[in-house]
Antibody, heavy 122, light 112 residues
Framework: QVQLVESGGGVVQPGRSLRLSCAAS????????MHWVRQVPGKGLEGVAL????????YYAESVKGRFTISRDNSKNTLYLQINNLRAEDTAVYYC???????????????WGQGTLVTVSS | NFMLTQPHSVSESPGKTVVISCTRS????????VQWYQQRPGSAPTTVIY?????PSGVPDRFSASIDSFSNSASLTISGLKTEDEADYYC???????????FGGGTKLTVL
């Protein structure tokens, strides 16, 4: 059974950095691309970043380019999201999600984590 | 990037059928798979439809979906509505040119 467990959220001051983690289990992690999706409280879902199965290619939403870095450690079955220079507008629940395409990205998600809340506040 | 437009809200009575639409602004709706996600208050999204019309195991067959190339839209149909279906529903597709996952704005379904 696919399980995705995010961690690393919390209350952070503006301008600081944070690294979110997503521990994956129940599938061959190194075979699938992965996504980070965020949701501002009371608002809709926004795709933030995605990474290919082997980490060779990474893609970002325009709104986070230059400040967010997605990465993965296939030996640890873990996905990461490094967020630098945090802003108030980054306050959101961050979800990791498994891409259904093996090796390739089709933008199809079937499995989601439970999310981790990041609150940017002084 | 294209946009996916959903109605802000819909409401229907228990036992009835509701259809939620998702219209793609540019590019063919059939060029990338469409997914539908259910999100109850305080919970993570769950997938009710993937790859246009596939239902994950555990999702009741009251949920179905289709795409319509003529109107360039996707639709989620929920029949035999139950109060537990009350949630926000999001459609999602993929901009393969820019490697960008795109979500609709979400539709709040009220079952009353």
């Amino acid at each position: 059974q696919v399980q995705l467990v995010e961690s690393g959220g919390g209350v952070v001051q503006p301008g600081r950095s944070l690294r979110l983690s997503c521990a994956a289990s129940g599938f061959s992690f190194s075979t699938y691309g992965m996504h980070w999706v965020r949701q501002v409280p009371g608002k809709g879902l926004e795709g933030v970043a995605l990474i290919l199965h082997d980490g060779s290619n990474k893609y970002y939403a325009e709104s986070v380019k230059g400040r967010f870095t997605i990465s993965r450690d296939n030996s640890k079955n873990t996905l990461y999201l490094q967020i630098n220079n945090l802003r108030a507008e980054d306050t959101a629940v961050y979800y990791c999600a498994k891409e259904e395409g093996s090796v390739s990205i089709f933008g199809v998600v079937r499995h989601w984590g439970q999310g981790t809340l990041v609150t940017v506040s002084s | 990037n294209f946009m996916l437009t959903q109605p802000h809200s819909v409401s229907e009575s228990p036992g009835k059928t509701v259809v939620i639409s998702c219209t793609r602004s540019s590019g063919a709706i059939a060029s990338n798979y469409v997914q539908w996600y259910q999100q109850r208050p305080g919970s993570a999204p769950t997938t009710v439809i993937y790859e246009d019309n596939q239902r994950p195991s555990g999702v009741p067959d009251r949920f179905s979906a289709s795409i319509d190339s003529f109107s360039n839209s996707a639709s989620l149909t929920i029949s035999g509505l139950k109060t537990e279906d009350e949630a926000d529903y999001y459609c999602q597709s993929y901009d393969s040119t820019n490697a960008y996952v795109i979500f609709g704005g979400g539709t709040k379904l009220t079952v009353l």
